[in-house]
Every structure is written in structure tokens, then in C-alpha cells.
């Protein structure tokens, strides 16, 4: 099944919006150009293992450190499910070649990781408890994810109340990691 073209007066959903001005276009080529999808994986993982960390272990650096590790862990097994999935396409590079390859795509998991860690450690600082200071890094993540989600709705050409459901849809998976907290509290 194809997906139905769009109207006449419509753009094509991978041409910019004709009302988009210059910093909508050069904001799409970015995103492009990195792998925004990986970004949000990191936010989400070390999301659910700051909810997770923080109902069981009162010590905020442990809380922290947990979330970096499981993260870290998480790319490298993506790091190896790339380099072996891409073997069936590519025989010419050795494992090492495309292990390389590999990290240098996917390091954004670890660069989208970064914001709910560090919120989580400033809030500390700033003498927040654990349980105080994981919840204000989730709700950081659902900030991201619901600003991710409209921005590239937006980007793609969606307009009014759909943009709002998209944005609505992408948070709707960071307050499945605060409904988690939650449920181990």
C-alpha cells in the first residue's frame, strides 16, 4: 500500500513548507544530519533507570552513576547489533571497521542521556533529595520529548491541532517513565 499523495497546493511532505522560513530549513538539515532518534533513546533510557535507581538506592551519586552505566550499556549493545546487522550489507569492512562506524553514528544515545543525568546531579547540588531530584530530570525528559515531537511535526509540516497531538503522543512516553516511578514507589 502507498501512502495517498498530497494535494496539488500541499507540499510534499519532504520538501519544507512554503509559509517555513530559512531557520525551519536549516534546523531540518541538522537534525538530519545527526541522528535525532538516537537522542531521544538516551533520554528515555537513562529516564527509566534515574525512575527506577532513585525509589531503590538513596545515595544520589550511585543513582547517577546507574544511569550513565545502563546507558553506556545500552549503546554499546547498539553499537553491536549495527556493526553485526549491517555485515548482510556490507562484506567489504572487518567488524572493527564497521564497530567504528557504528559508534560514531550512534553516539547520540549517549549525548541524549546527558540532559537527565545532569539535571539530576545540579538538582542535587542544589540540595534536592534523590526522589526530588529524579523527578525533576523526568519531567526535563518529558519536556524534551514533547519538544522533539512538535519540532519535527512541525518540520515535516504539521500544522494546528495535529501538532499538538504529536507533542502530546512523544511526551506521552516520558510520563510512562514518571507513571513507573510511581508504581515502584
Known amino acids: 500500500m502507498t501512502a495517498p499523495e498530497p494535494h496539488p497546493s500541499e507540499p510534499h511532505p519532504s ?3 512554503p509559509s517555513e522560513p530559512y531557520h525551519s530549513e536549516r534546523a531540518r538539515r541538522v537534525l538530519l544530519a545527526h541522528n535525532a532518534p538516537d537522542l531521544l533513546y538516551g533520554a528515555i533510557v537513562a529516564g527509566s533507570v534515574l525512575a527506577v535507581a532513585s525509589v ?4 544520589g551519586t550511585s543513582v547517577a552513576l546507574a544511569a550513565a552505566v545502563v ?13 553485526v546487522g549491517n ?5 567489504d569492512h572487518s567488524i572493527h571497521a564497521r564497530v567504528l562506524d557504528s559508534m560514531r553514528d550512534s553516539v547520540e544515545v549517549l549525548a541524549g542521556a546527558t540532559a537527565p543525568i545532569l539535571v539530576f546531579v545540579v538538582a542535587r547540588l542544589l540540595t534536592a533529595d534523590v526522589q526530588q531530584a529524579a523527578e525533576i530530570a523526568l519531567w526535563v525528559t518529558v519536556a524534551m520529548l ?7 511535526a512541525y518540520l515535516a509540516g504539521v500544522r494546528g491541532w495535529r501538532l499538538w497531538v504529536e507533542a502530546l503522543v512523544a511526551g506521552s512516553f ?4 514518571i507513571l513507573l516511578k510511581y508504581l515502584l514507589h
Open 87 to 91: 555485515r548482510y550489507r556490507d562484506r
Open 71 to 83: 546507558t553506556a550499556i545500552y549503546w554499546l549493545a547498539h553499537v553491536y547489533v549495527e556493526s
Open 146 to 152: 514533547i519538544v522533539a515531537g512538535a519540532g519535527s
Open 56 to 59: 531503590h538506592v538513596e545515595d
Open 174 to 177: 516520558g510520563m510512562l517513565v
Open 15 to 17: 520538501e519544507p513548507h
